[in-house]
T-cell receptor
Framework: AQRVTQPEKLLSVFKGAPVELKCNYS??????LFWYVQYSRQRLQLLLR??SRESIKGFTADLNKGETSFHLKKPFAQEEDSAMYYC?????????????FGQGTRLTINP | KAGVTQTPRYLIKTRGQQVTLSCSPI?????VSWYQQTPGQGLQFLFE???????NKGNFPGRFSGRQFSNSRSEMNVSTLELGDSALYLC?????????????FGPGTRLTVT
């Protein structure tokens, strides 16, 4: 069965400090992983996906198949990074994408 | 371009009633997915529609159903409402041409069952 685990429900760091949001997954196939973010009073939106290997808003995430992890990192946190972050695993059935989400981590950046 | 819209935004129903939620995808998007979000279970996949056909379904009872119209708008219906159905229901649309097309989420419909 597919499963995504985000071990930290809450994470609080100071502005300028490094941030790492943890995500572990369980999937027998070849994983496609995403990070979604929800800022206060905004809708859920895609932050980044592992296949793009890009940095968005200073965030990066590396897929580690050996450790089945997809941790989200940013070297210097900013106050506007405060939000709810969800790690998601994409599974494909009959050509349709189904996202399996972790429980989310609420990140708070303190001034 | 206009984003995904969902109506109504808030809804209060009584146990045993039924409810219909609506989702209008981004213009040109043919795939619509529905998710249920609760504090206890998080975000859970309900079903996905593409070109009026349900391609994928999550582990929800048969009381949860949906459909998609020829203009790609989608509705989901919950019959015989239970208290546990109180949740935020999100829909997401995508082009649907490739399995990994980005999903764009709507603001959600907050359903409260009393």
């Amino acid at each position: 069965a597919q499963r995504v685990t985000q071990p930290e429900k809450l994470l609080s760091v100071f502005k300028g400090a490094p941030v790492e949001l943890k995500c572990n997954y369980s999937y027998s196939g070849s994983p496609e992983l995403f990070w979604y973010v929800q800022y206060s009073r905004q809708r859920l939106q895609l932050l980044l996906r592992h296949i793009s290997r890009e940095s968005i808003k200073g965030f990066t995430a590396d897929l580690n198949k050996g450790e089945t992890s997809f941790h989200l990192k940013k070297p210097f946190a900013q106050e506007e990074d405060s939000a709810m972050y969800y790690c998601a695993l994409s599974t494909i059935i009959q050509g349709a994408q189904k996202l399996v989400f972790g429980q989310g981590t609420r990140l708070t950046i303190n001034p | 371009k206009a984003g995904v819209t969902q109506t109504p935004r808030y809804l209060i129903k009584t146990r045993g009633q039924q409810v219909t939620l609506s989702c209008s995808p981004i213009s040109g998007h043919r795939s619509v997915s529905w998710y249920q979000q609760t504090p206890g279970q998080g975000l859970q996949f309900l079903f996905e529609y593409f070109s009026e056909t349900q391609r994928n379904k999550g582990n929800f009872p048969g009381r949860f159903s949906g459909r998609q119209f020829s203009n790609s708008r989608s509705e989901m219906n919950v019959s015989t409402l239970e208290l546990g159905d109180s949740a935020l229901y999100l829909c997401a649309s995508s082009l649907g041409r490739r399995a990994l097309d980005e999903q764009y989420f709507g603001p959600g419909t907050r359903l409260t069952v009393t």
